[in-house]
C-alpha cells in the first residue's frame, strides 16, 4: 500500500520509462504507470501539457527529467492534489474451489 504523496521523482521514474519504451509521454500512458494514485483525467492531461512544455524527451536521463519537473511551479501543484490509492482487494479461494472478493476503499 502506498503511503506517500506522489512526488517529482515518482513522475520522473514514470515519463522515464515511457519515454524508453515509446516516443511521448500521454496522460493514458501515465496513468498506467501511475496505477497507485487516483488522477482525475484531467489532471493527467494537464501533467501531459507540462512535461510537453518543459521539453522533457527520451534523450533525458530520468535524473535530469526528475530536476526540470521540479523547477516546475505548475507540476508541483498539480502533484499536491494528487492522492494515494487506498484501495485493497483480497481474493481467497476456499477448499471447493469457490472465490471469495473482499473489496475495501479506505
Same mark, same amino acid.
Given at each position: %500500500?502506498?503511503?506517500?504523496?506522489?512526488?517529482?521523482? &515518482?513522475?520522473?521514474?514514470?515519463?522515464?520509462?515511457?519515454?524508453?519504451?515509446?516516443?511521448?509521454?500521454?496522460?493514458?500512458?501515465?496513468?498506467?504507470?501511475? @496505477?497507485?494514485?487516483?488522477?482525475?483525467?484531467?489532471?493527467?492531461?494537464? &501533467?501531459?501539457?507540462?512535461?510537453?512544455?518543459?521539453? &522533457?524527451?527520451?534523450? %533525458? @536521463?530520468?535524473?535530469?527529467?526528475?530536476?526540470?519537473?521540479?523547477?516546475?511551479?505548475?507540476?508541483?501543484?498539480?502533484?499536491?492534489?494528487?492522492?494515494?490509492?487506498?484501495?485493497?482487494?483480497?481474493?481467497?479461494?476456499?477448499?471447493?474451489?469457490?472465490?471469495?472478493?473482499?473489496?475495501?476503499?479506505?
Amino acid at each position: %500500500m502506498i503511503s506517500e504523496a506522489i512526488s517529482a521523482g &515518482i513522475l520522473a521514474n514514470a515519463a522515464y520509462q515511457i519515454l524508453t519504451s515509446s516516443l511521448k509521454v500521454t496522460a493514458n500512458s501515465l496513468k498506467g504507470k501511475l @496505477s497507485d494514485w487516483i488522477i482525475p483525467s484531467e489532471t493527467l492531461h494537464c &501533467i501531459e501539457t507540462q512535461i510537453e512544455r518543459l521539453g &522533457i524527451d527520451g534523450d %533525458m @536521463s530520468e535524473s535530469a527529467i526528475e530536476r526540470k519537473l521540479s523547477t516546475s511551479t505548475e507540476i508541483i501543484n498539480l502533484l499536491k492534489t494528487i492522492q494515494p490509492n487506498n484501495s485493497t482487494t483480497i481474493v481467497q479461494t476456499n477448499v471447493r474451489g469457490t472465490n471469495i472478493g473482499i473489496q475495501n476503499n479506505k
